[in-house]
């Protein structure tokens, strides 16, 4: 009898059935508060009326329009439509199906474009697991061992990590630019380098947000030696962090993404994906290098047209930004009466919790417990980070006050029965 991949390991125990919000219903009936939203994908909460609709109407007319073949509508109106919350400078779109493969047509377009090789990735940072993606990824050893040798032409440079290394901020800041610096001047000659590709805020490395000066720094180091600068946007864009983008937090205004990648939230659960540039850059990719079987599938624009119509419509991103302050706030007041908790940090509704121990070393095995816990008492979530000691909270943008209270309430009984069994 046929089964599953013995690992594809379910990090929780549901069996669902159907979703509905901020919702899960499992096959025995019971109602779960769902804060992983898919991995940040349900961005307008589970079948959302109007994302519902639009799909059963495009399935009706027509379901697969090969781009490269033919073009369709959605497709179209969902480029032109994307364009009102794209920076300015980024006119031209591409469309795939997951992030990998915008990451992966990121670089390709990077070096083609600046007719060199390497890239510079950042430490914790999650491409994706294809083999080129993960080569840039070091979030954690099992997306990458036993698979090599990784796609050459990779550098890597420190993130600022502040909590990792123990420093304030700004030291850890200083510290990421001058290795960067170094490892330009030892590993990666400028004239050598085709792109930086980093994550606005760090997700399966941990939810690390990083700030104004590290971007900056980045994009005047990129101006400097020629390179590209590729923002990978998977994760914290369509409204996750309580800005559209999440490098508005940081650089709100003025051109900084040479190209800019997105997925997840996108589509409401649809695949789909995006890189964005400016026509000019895009031009320059070598004819044939761009295609795919399934990209910019018709159901899946559709899918993606409602979405930002929903998140502008219903004030996402503004909610978002509410709620999350919400949410960090109450994680923060949670770890203080926990001392297992280390640090809480995040942007909009992209929070996260990190266990430690005594010594202040992580602690994945109380994060695992705290999960778990939280699961048996109908919160879903999710435990990200380079040993699995991070516990991420990513509920759908539609998540209101109501529903971030019941969801901090179970969280704290969580944490406090796993600090319990581990006592």
Known sequence: MTALSPQLKQATPVLAERGEGVHLYGADGRRYLDFTAGIGVTSTGHCHPRVVAAAQRQVATLIHGQYTTVMHRPLLELTDRLGEFLPPTLDSVFYLNSGSEAVEAAVRLARHATGRQNIVAFHGGFHGRTMGAGALTTSANKFRAGIGPMMPGVALAPFPTAFRYGWPQEQTVDFALNELDYLLATATAPDDTAAFIVEPVLGEGGYVPADERFLRGLRERADRIGALLILDEVQTGVGRTGRFWGHQHFVPQGPLADILITAKGLASGFPLSAIAASRDLMAQARPGSQGGTYGGN??????????????????????????????????????????????????????????????????????????????????????????????????????????????????????????????
């Open 298 to 423: 018709a159901v899946a624009c559709a899918a993606a047209l409602a979405t930002l119509e929903v998140v502008a419509q219903e004030k996402l991103v503004e909610n978002a930004a509410e709620q999350g302050d919400r949410l960090i706030a109450g994680l923060r007041a949670v770890a203080e009466r926990n001392k297992a908790i280390g640090d809480v940090r995040g942007l909009g509704l992209m929070c996260a919790s990190e266990f430690v121990d005594a010594a202040g070393k992580p602690d994945p095995a109380t994060a695992a417990r705290a999960q778990q816990e939280a699961s048996a008492r109908g919160l879903l979530l999710l435990t990200c980070g380079a040993t699995g000691n991070v516990v991420r909270m990513i509920p759908p943008l539609v998540v209101d006050a109501g529903q971030i209270d019941e969801g901090l309430a179970l969280w704290e009984e969580s944490v406090e029965a796993a600090v319990a069994t581990d006592a």
